[in-house]
């Protein structure tokens, strides 16, 4: 079983829908989530972090986190074309953060 | 804030040479710092974690007389990849954690490395 596991993708959303991306991990030890945006070639930008169960809302941005079920997810409402990346959850125990593989999401015009 | 950059940003070197890539934080101060190595289609891989002042921790299968990570100062790491070969070409990325921010870790922007 993978650490951190993500669903590869793509996920592909019209413009202005909402998109939902899904992580579960398997450390129960784990204490901070975070969610970050990589386009091609560049490198991740950390865009949302979520410490305790519940919503926490940036923007267009909306993180939940259930730490029974092991899961966090990141939606993103009113999707952009600017918004098409790989989206990696990253998973932090200790100081040492585990990354999943990553979901391509791709928004369509 | 929380800006960290990374030099060079693209580096082509010859078999066997040596490369040196810098990391920064430039408005924080970075008890630890992080190096990542991501290979095409894949995701990051943790290589090292450098604390300032004392040596850094490799992950297994890093082979630490090849990736030599200094980390002199709170603001700067540096990685020396020595003796070169065409199979460490990939994309080397830094991070480092800021205390004050719950340990968040902000990217430098990548240095690919091509070894011909």
């Known amino acids: 079983q993978k650490e951190v596991e993500q669903n590869s993708g793509p996920l592909s959303v019209p413009e202005g829908a909402i998109a939902s991306l899904n992580c579960t991990y398997s450390d129960r030890g784990s204490q901070s989530f975070f969610w970050y945006r990589q386009y091609s070639g560049k490198s991740p930008e950390l865009i949302m972090s979520i410490y305790s169960n519940g919503d926490k809302e940036d923007g267009r941005f909306t993180a939940q986190l259930n730490k029974a079920s092991q899961y966090v997810s990141l939606l993103i409402r009113d999707s952009q074309p600017s918004d098409s990346a790989t989206y990696l959850c990253a998973v932090l125990r200790g100081n040492k953060l585990t990354f999943g593989t990553g979901t391509q999401l791709k928004v369509e015009l | 804030g929380a800006v960290v950059s990374q030099h060079p940003s693209r580096v082509i070197c010859k078999s066997g040479t040596s490369v040196k890539i810098e990391c920064r934080s430039l408005d924080f101060q970075a008890t630890t710092m992080f190096w990542y190595r991501q290979f095409p289609k894949q995701s990051l891989m943790l290589m090292a974690t450098?604390?300032?002042?004392?040596?850094?921790?490799?992950e297994q299968g890093v082979e630490k007389d090849k990736f030599l990570i200094n980390h002199a100062s709170l603001t700067l790491s540096t990685l020396t990849v020595t003796s070169a070969h065409p199979e460490d070409s990939s994309f080397y990325i830094c991070?480092?954690?800021?205390?004050?921010?719950?340990?968040?870790?902000?990217f430098g922007p990548g240095t690919r490395l091509t070894v011909t």
């Open positions: 450098s604390n300032e002042g004392s040596k850094a921790t490799y």
């Open positions: 991070s480092a954690a800021d205390g004050t921010r719950n340990y968040e870790q902000y």
